[in-house]
């Protein structure tokens, strides 16, 4: 099992910057693969960014150039750098994590970002 606790949502203004973060415990060692996602309402999660074991990492192109996702294995914990905000980007973000032998998805419970004047 792999528990996740987003951190770092708030409110701030277009063209401002923000990092969310994501606390992992439980069995770590499992961890494949670790992503952000984000949700508005009436609308499917999409993934705005993910990344590897080895490192390699993906972004969605309306995220590409403003955003980056990194890992910091000592500390556990996944974070979202995200600059130049638009109110697009407004969402509840979420951490996901593949684990185990299974490769079992595992959530968080989401952070909200708003960006907005």
């Known amino acids: 099992q792999v528990q996740l606790v987003e951190s770092g949502g708030d409110l701030v203004q277009p063209g401002g910057s923000l990092r969310v973060s994501c606390a992992a415990s439980?069995?770590?060692?499992?961890?494949?693969?670790m992503g952000w996602y984000r949700q508005t309402p009436g609308k499917q999660r999409v993934l705005v960014a993910r990344?590897?074991?080895?490192?390699?990492?993906y972004y969605a192109d309306s995220v590409k150039g403003r955003f980056n996702i990194s890992r910091d294995s000592a500390k556990n914990t996944l974070y979202l750098q995200m600059n130049s905000l638009k109110p697009e980007d407004t969402a509840v973000y979420y951490c996901r994590a593949v684990a185990g032998p299974y490769s079992t998805n595992f959530w968080g419970q989401g952070t909200q970002v708003t960006v907005s004047s």
């Open positions: 990344i590897g074991d080895s490192g390699t990492t």
């Open positions: 439980g069995s770590i060692s499992s961890i494949k693969t």
